[in-house]
C-alpha cells in the first residue's frame, strides 16, 4: 500500500533554515506528482508546492516563493522540501502528499516550529 514518511521537521529561529524530506513506498514514485502541504492550528491544509513526475516542473504557493523548494529524487523514492528564510507563520505540521489511482494519500506529517 502507499506509505509516505516524513521526516526532518524541528524548531527554528526565523530567518533560519531546515529541510525536510519525504520517503516513498507502495506504487510507481516516477509516475506520480508529489505535494508538500502544511496545516497550522485552526486552520485547513494547504498544499505549499508541487512537483511533476519526470520533467520536475514545480509549483508553490505564492507566500513561500523564492524561500522554499521542492525536488525529487526517482531511484531514492524521495522528495524534498527545502525551507530557507523561515517565518513564524511558516508553523505548522507539514506533509507530503500524493494522488495515486483518484485517492488521495498524506504522510504523519512532521512539526515545524518557527519562534525566537
Do not use: H
Amino acid at each position: 500500500q502507499v506509505q509516505l514518511v516524513e521526516s526532518g521537521g524541528g524548531q527554528v529561529r526565523p530567518g533560519g533554515s531546515l529541510g525536510l524530506s519525504c520517503a516513498a513506498s507502495g506504487f510507481t514514485f516516477s509516475n506520480y506528482a508529489m505535494g508538500w502541504y502544511r496545516q497550522a492550528p485552526g486552520k485547513e491544509r494547504e498544499l505549499v508546492a508541487q512537483i511533476s513526475s519526470v520533467a520536475g516542473a514545480t509549483w508553490y504557493i505564492d507566500v513561500v516563493k523564492g524561500r522554499f523548494t521542492i525536488s525529487r529524487d526517482n531511484a531514492k523514492k524521495v522528495v524534498y522540501l527545502q525551507m530557507n528564510s523561515l517565518k513564524p507563520e511558516d508553523t505548522a505540521v507539514y506533509s507530503c502528499g500524493c494522488r495515486v489511482q483518484r485517492v488521495d494519500y498524506w504522510g504523519q506529517g512532521t512539526q515545524v516550529t518557527v519562534s525566537p
